[in-house]
């Protein structure tokens, strides 16, 4: 049969049509339509589309330094997102970060994100996860908060980078002036805002579903995560918390007065007269003239961000209630931490708590015991632990478990990872750790320990990442870690309250250490 060029036409048509209809299903994010144009992904590796350095907000350069993130601006024809953004400006201090970003700028304001969605109807649960690193350093490239593992578990992931040190955290009298809500100092923590707001506006376009957001974080990421948790300005923007090592509690909060005293003691120390002149400064010459720590500790309570203080908000109910999922690693500080320089001795461990606690040091003592140099490494260690970063995670899962109506679930990380390979020629390590350290957990929470160099990881290693990881995939699904297959992990409401044991073969048990905690917080 011969058809008519009119019909061979039509037909030709139809055939084109659905070509496009099953390359497009085929290929559901080559471009993505957001709300400031046309996006250009990264081919996907495994089934796992990437798209990495999207602006989330206007570059914080110029006139726009030290003032409330601005939307960003919209471009014309499609904006390729295949390789991270610049990482935040910050001084280098830790050797266990290692950025996939090509360069440190100013203009930091990116985010990336990781699909595996069927297409962009497919409404996947989110995980918007900040970085750690003690609000001065850190970024969203790092191969250890990479996302792709936990897309191919039907999770959208997306990490954000944020000013850090005085870039993020700078409080002025004139900043306030200037500021339409008479406030300054929390630029960081409103970068992060922008990032969620950002998420609400164009997630769906990638097959997430911005009613179904979890925000997480690892150290300075967790403490985020409490303070966004806090703040009225987020609220409504996500509906669970992961918090890893950290919160904003027992932090050296500051009143709005006390953080523009401070911003005018380092734009005197500077040489600098006025706000203009700052501004004029390069951005190289202002992380040289900032010391790491004199933004880094404690949140601004400046009335707009934040009204009060986190733990005033969260004592009092006023926090986002959502279900949170949050604990720590059994050895977050060594004990030199705790004894400097000093071998770890029966004497030292004692001489070191008298010379922190006085007259309170002989019931420190009595729960930090120690009767040889092996028990006086593991004391120092558990109370350096407790004072670093324990004690702190544990009064924010406390108060939340108290003051919301929200299910509370609380881990131990123990797994200790393999030792890193020594160069030749390099001193090896003295000691086993007693336990795994400050920052160990992550590559193991979101599966990326194929990612981590320098490492031998065993069968064990390997266990330890699957059923961590996949309690952290139930809970960004459904505000509850539990589900087939797994140790149950009740909530620490329960009548006799558990901690979830993450190791090879975890395990809840009895909660053990909860007189030490209720010490420190009377101290």
């Known amino acids: 049969m011969h058809l008519r060029p009119a019909a061979l036409l039509f037909s030709c048509l139809i055939a084109l049509a659905i070509a496009t209809v099953t390359r497009a299903a085929e290929v559901p994010f080559a471009e993505v339509r957001i709300a400031n144009g046309l996006l250009a992904g990264t081919p996907p590796v495994a089934g796992v589309w990437s798209f990495l350095g999207v602006p989330y907000a206007q570059p914080p350069v110029g006139s726009l330094r030290w003032r409330e993130p601005r939307a960003s601006a919209d471009w014309t024809g499609v904006r390729r997102a295949d390789r991270f953004g610049p990482r935040p400006m910050q001084p280098t201090l830790w050797r266990d970060m290692v950025f996939r970003s090509e360069q440190m700028a100013e203009d930091c304001l990116y985010l990336n994100v990781w699909t595996a969605a069927a297409s962009p109807a497919s409404r996947l649960p989110v995980l918007v996860y900040f970085h750690g690193g003690g609000l001065v350093a850190g970024d969203g490239s790092e191969p250890r908060y990479d996302g792709a593992s936990m897309a191919r578990r039907g999770i959208v992931v997306v990490t954000v980078n944020y000013r850090l040190g005085i870039f993020g955290f700078l409080a002025h009298p004139e900043l306030t002036k200037e500021s339409p809500h008479r406030a300054s100092g929390n630029y960081g923590f409103l970068d992060q805002n922008a990032a969620l707001r950002w998420?609400?506006?164009?997630?769906?376009?990638?097959?997430?579903?911005?009613?179904?957001?979890?925000?997480?974080?690892?150290?300075?990421?967790?403490?985020?995560?409490?303070?966004?948790?806090?703040?009225?300005?987020?609220?409504?923007?996500?509906?669970?918390?992961?918090?890893?090592?950290?919160?904003?509690?027992?932090?050296?909060?500051?009143?709005?007065?006390?953080?523009?005293?401070?911003?005018?003691?380092?734009?005197?120390?500077?040489?600098?007269?006025?706000?203009?002149?700052?501004?004029?400064?390069?951005?190289?010459?202002?992380?040289?003239?900032?010391?790491?720590?004199?933004?880094?500790?404690?949140?601004?309570?400046?009335g707009y961000f934040l009204p009060e203080t986190p733990p005033e908000i969260f004592f009092t109910g006023r926090q986002a209630d959502v279900p949170l999922l949050a604990g720590w690693n059994s050895a977050e500080a060594g004990c030199q931490a705790l004894l400097g320089a000093e071998p770890p001795t029966v004497a030292n461990l004692q001489h070191a708590v008298q010379r922190l606690y006085g007259e309170n040091a002989a019931v420190v003592l009595k729960l930090y015991p120690a009767a040889n140099p092996t028990e006086a490494m593991v004391a120092a260690t558990a109370l350096a632990s407790d004072r670093f970063s324990a004690y702190r995670t544990w009064k924010w899962l406390d108060v939340h478990s108290k003051s919301s109506g929200q299910p509370v679930f609380r881990y131990l990380f123990t797994q200790l990872p393999p030792p890193e390979y020594q160069p030749a020629g390099e001193k090896s390590v003295s000691a086993t750790p007693p336990g795994p350290p400050h920052s160990a957990e992550i590559p193991y929470a979101l599966g990326n320990l194929p990612l981590i160099g320098g490492r031998t990881w065993t069968d064990a290693?390997?266990?330890?990442?699957?059923?961590?990881?996949?309690?952290?995939?139930?809970?960004?699904?459904?505000?509850?870690?539990?589900?087939?297959?797994?140790?149950?992990?009740?909530?620490?409401?329960?009548?006799?309250?558990?901690?979830?044991?993450?190791?090879?073969?975890?395990?809840?048990?009895?909660?053990?250490?909860?007189e030490r905690y209720l010490l420190l917080d009377t101290l």
Not at 249 to 266: C, N
């Open 199 to 302: 998420v609400q506006r164009n997630i769906a376009a990638f097959g997430g579903d911005p009613h179904r957001v979890t925000i997480g974080g690892q150290s300075a990421g967790a403490a985020s995560v409490c303070v966004q948790m806090a703040s009225p300005l987020s609220r409504g923007l996500f509906v669970g918390a992961i918090g890893q090592s950290g919160s904003a509690f027992g932090s050296r909060d500051r009143s709005l007065a006390e953080a523009e005293q401070a911003g005018l003691k380092f734009a005197a120390e500077t040489g600098v007269a006025s706000l203009a002149d700052l501004r004029q400064m390069s951005a190289e010459r202002l992380l040289a003239a900032s010391s790491p720590l004199q933004f880094s500790r404690g949140v601004v309570v400046d």
């Open 461 to 514: 290693d390997v266990k330890t990442s699957a059923t961590l990881q996949k309690y952290f995939e139930n809970f960004v699904k459904a505000g509850d870690p539990n589900g087939p297959g797994l140790p149950r992990w009740p909530w620490i409401q329960a009548s006799i309250p558990e901690v979830m044991m993450i190791r090879a073969e975890s395990a809840g048990e009895p909660e053990s250490n909860l």
